[in-house]
């Protein structure tokens, strides 16, 4: 070791739990009381020549199973012997007999510990039973049957110790109700928290089912790289590294998009990818800096080749997994997947939402009604955004001084119209901007969808015609190249899937590329040997991409990303948990 790194080294917090070369005593010192006595027990256990950590166990069944073999004809213990697995989630002591409630993956099942039967097998049980704790994981077995009050019970002649839990369950085993604890310690909230254990397996079960799905549609399933040397596939601000060997920055994919349309100039009809995305953006209950996407794409395809099978793949999924075509989220909102979905502009519906017509020109252009309609939409915070116009001090302090908390909306309107006078045109139009957060006509559209109109899709909803700088990589409409051939799925208030008419013109590619909008931190950069795949010859096609995370709230009512993902990203405790 470098002579500096030692004298960094030297400079960190030295905490007892993470230091190998801690002294026994410092650990100790470390420990909860809860902890100490618990390894107490674990020590107990190995002077009874016992491993707390357990050993291989075969022919272990699944809880659930074991509780389906039960009948009413093999009454208290007549039952097969039968083999199980579990983490203790609650236990009851009554003199010679113990009850113990035991979880795995698949539910919870009682086992029943009786002095007598299980002197008559094993020396050691009773004896082991005494330094079970809560939280303990065990295998028994023994012959299934049932208690006096009918509850399933094995009736336990064996105990394997499986693993010591040294620290105890949360909240005496009511579960883990901590939500950022919760995300950070998935490991306890699996087992504490049963429907978490319930919505992992059911998303795997739902990308399963879309693998089936594509696999029966003659797509093939293939890998692309998640190291790229450019970014691209998606305007987003990605995560950069280094390659030593090759002495070159590389980039966490933000979207696999480019190579697999490689894949199209190279003859594959149809392909499709699964797999995580990086982007690094911020966080919130919608977003996750990694994230889980599903992109196909199919030759000789369109969107709406795309969005025909997106409206039948997600209305089988909720048909399969949700019980129907309507699902009810815990906030009471509920989403109707009835077939068939809308398809609607993004002009035409900002047009319903606020009466502003898009013509191709800035807001700056538009009616005086229009822009106080937009403005009573975006008035939310209006307090702290009226600060940043702008304006001069003594026509800060005039608004400032008449907004009132109670009828805030309405009295910012007021105050930026200023009864129709050219500087309340002026301010109205300025907040506006500022508000929606673009100048460019193209940008202000996406962005008044994206703040007024989205969040009110609750239905399926197929929003097409973006415009075409916003979306580079997609086709020109016919009619219209102002507008790229693309639809956004939206549903539930939130974009789940993006599909496009892919563009294959290289030289349309490419002037795309360099007209594209936004920040630069964003923009694509110019791939040229995907230009020159589009030279070689890519078939006209659809693609798609379908966010998993989203859509795995969607199915199960989840409101935030994190419920959906086993680690979402977290920031770092300042020192490692107890």
Known sequence: MAESERHRRSREPAYAFS????????????????????????????????????????????????????????????GPTVLGQGRIVLKRDMGKLSFITLRDASGDLQIGLDKKRLAEHDDNAWAVRNLLDLGDRLAVEGALGTTNKGETTIWVTKIHAVAKALVPPPDKYHGLEDTDLRYRQRYTDLWANPEVMDLAVKRTQIVQHIREFLRNRGYI??????????????????????????????????????????????????????GR??????????????????????????????????????CELAEKFCGGLKIEHPNGRMIDLTRPWRRASMAELVEERTGWAFSKCSLADADADVLQALATA??????????????????????????????????????????????????????????????????????????????????????????????????????????????ELAINGQEISPGYTELNDPDVQEDLFRQQVGDDAEKQAIDHDFLNALKVGMPPAGGMGLGIDRLIMLLTGAESIRDVLLFPLMRPTEKPSD
């Open 378 to 487: 975006l008035t939310d915070d209006a307090a702290d955004e009226i600060e940043k116009l702008e304006l001069t001090k003594d026509d800060v302090q005039k608004l400032a001084a008449r907004i009132s908390d109670e009828d805030l909306r309405l009295k910012i309107v007021d105050l930026l119209t200023s009864a129709g006078t050219d500087i309340g045109r002026r301010n109205l139009v300025q907040f506006t901007q500022f508000c929606i957060g673009a100048t460019s006509p193209a940008e202000q559209l996406v962005n008044v969808y994206e703040k007024l109109v989205e969040p009110t899709l609750i239905n399926p909803t197929f929003v097409t015609r973006v415009p075409s700088v916003i979306i580079p990589l997609a086709k020109p409409c016919v009619d219209d190249p102002y507008f790229a051939d693309v639809y």
């Open 221 to 274: 399933e293939v890998e692309t790289p998640m190291l790229q040397s450019l970014q691209g596939g998606a305007a987003a601000r990605p995560f950069t590294t280094h390659h030593n060997a090759l002495d070159i920055p590389l980039f966490m994919r933000i979207a696999p998009e480019l190579y697999l349309k490689r894949l199209l100039v190279g003859g594959m009809p149809k392909v499709f990818e699964i």
């Open 19 to 78: 230091m190998p070369d801690a002294s026994a005593e410092q650990r100790t010192q470390h420990r909860s009381e809860y902890e100490n006595e618990r390894r107490a027990k674990l020590e107990k256990l190995r002077e009874l020549g016992v491993d707390p950590y357990g050993h291989r166990v075969d022919s272990i069944e699944p809880l659930a199973d074991i509780r389906g073999k039960y009948d009413e004809s093999m009454g208290h213990d007549g």
């Open 277 to 314: 995305n990086f982007r690094n953006e911020g966080i919130s209950p919608r977003h996750n800096p990694e994230f889980t996407m599903l992109e196909a794409y199919e030759a000789f395809g369109s969107w709406e080749t795309m969005a025909e099978w997106v409206e039948e793949l997600v």
